[in-house]
């Protein structure tokens, strides 16, 4: 399996500010996601990272409000934009090593937003 | 499309008992079936996947599932549960290949009572 971390593994935020967190993994890997978890409820997908090239985003998910880096195949960088309390979530990325791998997740950010 | 329905918000079971957590999915196209487990406040980890071949899957901590393809379900059982098993268990899908982001289940909360 791939060793994944991210940073932070939870903030407290206020209305109207940015987060940007951190996704590292220990070897090179071919696709990277990210998805949000909010209380309660399952894992949705935001966007897949894409190595050089902008982000694929799922509908109702915008690149300005959660614009995405991702500038080698070991890291990527999810940022949430003017946040508000419906921000509130756990963000997790995930990670697939090469094809017909299965996907490892991260730990999560969790993100309270007041 | 692909979705995917766990049938039970919540499952409690008394400790040793065996346990059915139920999931069915609805595909076009030839899927890869997944069971995450999430413990409080941790990410998720990988319990078992069904990619081809053997119907029936085994996994980690004891846990397997049965494919079954002309009921579109992929059930995950234990025979005997322990209280360390008390998690949030997510069923999901994926299309064709690993590379493919994953349709996550609502999530099956299991409480194992003493």
């Known amino acids: 399996s791939a060793v994944i971390s991210q940073k932070p593994s939870r903030d407290i935020c206020q209305r109207g500010t940015s987060l940007t967190i951190q996704c590292q993994v220990d070897?090179?890997?071919?696709?990277m996601f990210w998805y949000r978890q909010q209380p309660g409820q399952s894992l949705t997908l935001i966007a897949t990272a894409n190595q050089g090239s902008e982000a694929t985003y799922e509908s109702g998910f915008v690149i300005d409000k959660f614009p995405i880096s991702r500038p080698n195949l070991t890291f990527s960088t999810l940022t949430v934009s003017n946040m508000s309390p419906e921000d509130s979530s756990i963000y997790l990325c995930?990670?697939?090593?090469?094809?017909?791998?299965?996907?490892?997740f991260g730990p999560g950010t969790r993100l309270t937003v007041l | 499309a692909q979705s995917v329905t766990q049938l039970d918000s919540q499952v409690p079971v008394f400790e040793e008992a065996p346990v059915e957590l139920r999931c069915n999915y609805s595909?076009?196209?030839?899927?890869?079936l997944f069971w995450y487990v999430q413990y409080p406040n941790q990410g998720l980890q990988l319990l078992l996947k069904y990619l081809s071949g053997s119907t029936l899957v085994k996994g980690i901590n004891g846990f397997e599932a049965e494919f079954n393809k002309s009921q579109t379900s992929f059930h995950l059982r234990k025979p005997s549960v322990h209280i360390s098993d008390t998690a949030e268990y997510f069923c999901?899908?994926?299309?064709?290949?690993?590379?493919?982001?994953?349709?996550f289940g609502k999530g099956t909360r299991l409480s194992v009572i003493a």
């Open positions: 595909s076009s196209v030839s899927v890869y």
């Open positions: 070897s090179q890997v071919t696709m």
């Open positions: 999901a899908v994926s299309e064709n290949s690993g590379n493919t982001p994953l349709v």
């Open positions: 995930s990670v697939v090593r090469d094809y017909l791998d299965t996907q490892y």
